[in-house]
C-alpha cells in the first residue's frame, strides 16, 4: 500500500502499511508485523473487536517521568483530572505536583485552533499530579492534571 521511512532519535526502520481501514491498520516495521488500532484526533477510543489472531506485540518498559510529572496512578484513573476541553499544544505550565491552588486559578495555558486557552483549576485543592509537560499535544479529553481536593475536616 504504502512504504514510509521513520526516523526515531538517530535510527531508521522501514515501514508498510499493508492494510488500513477506519480504525487499524497493519503496518510491517523491518520484516515485523502490528496491527494498531486507529483513533481519530478528539474521538474517544472503541476496544479492539476481539479476533483469533493477531499480529505479536512488542511491549517497552515505562522511564521514570520527567521531573514535575507524577507516576502515582494512570491518567485514566485520576479521580480529579482535568481534560482537555479540545485538541492543542500545551505551551506553559503554571502548576507543579504538590502545589496549592484555589478555584478558577491557572492551571496551564494551551494553543487551540491559533488561540491560547487558559485552563483553570475547577476547585481548590492541591496538585497531586502533572501528566503533560511543555510542547506536548493532547487530544479533547486528555488528562492534563490532576487536582485533589482539600481533606474534608469535622469540627
Known amino acids: 500500500m504504502s512504504d514510509y521511512v521513520l526516523r526515531i532519535g538517530d535510527r531508521e526502520y522501514r515501514a508498510r502499511v499493508t492494510e488500513m481501514t477506519a480504525d487499524r491498520a497493519v503496518i510491517v516495521v523491518d520484516d515485523a508485523s502490528y496491527e494498531v488500532g486507529l483513533v481519530e484526533i478528539g474521538r474517544p477510543a472503541r476496544p479492539a473487536p476481539a479476533r483469533a489472531q493477531r499480529a505479536p506485540v512488542r511491549t517497552a518498559v515505562a522511564a521514570a ?14 479521580p480529579g483530572a482535568v481534560r482537555a476541553p479540545l485538541p492543542g ?4 505550565l503554571a502548576v507543579k505536583a504538590g502545589d496549592t491552588v484555589q478555584a478558577g486559578q491557572p492551571l496551564l495555558v494551551m494553543e487551540a485552533m491559533k488561540m491560547e486557552n487558559v485552563v483553570p483549576a475547577p476547585h481548590r485543592g492541591t496538585i497531586r499530579a502533572v501528566f503533560v509537560a511543555e510542547g506536548d499535544t493532547v487530544g479533547e479529553g486528555d488528562p492534563l492534571v490532576e487536582v485533589a481536593r482539600p481533606e474534608m475536616t469535622t469540627l
Do not use: F, N
Not at 65 to 78: F, K, L, M, T
Not at 89 to 92: E, K, N, Q, S, Y
Open 89 to 92: 499544544l500545551v505551551l506553559r
Open 65 to 78: 517521568p520527567p521531573p514535575g510529572r507524577s507516576a502515582a496512578r494512570p491518567a485514566d484513573e485520576a
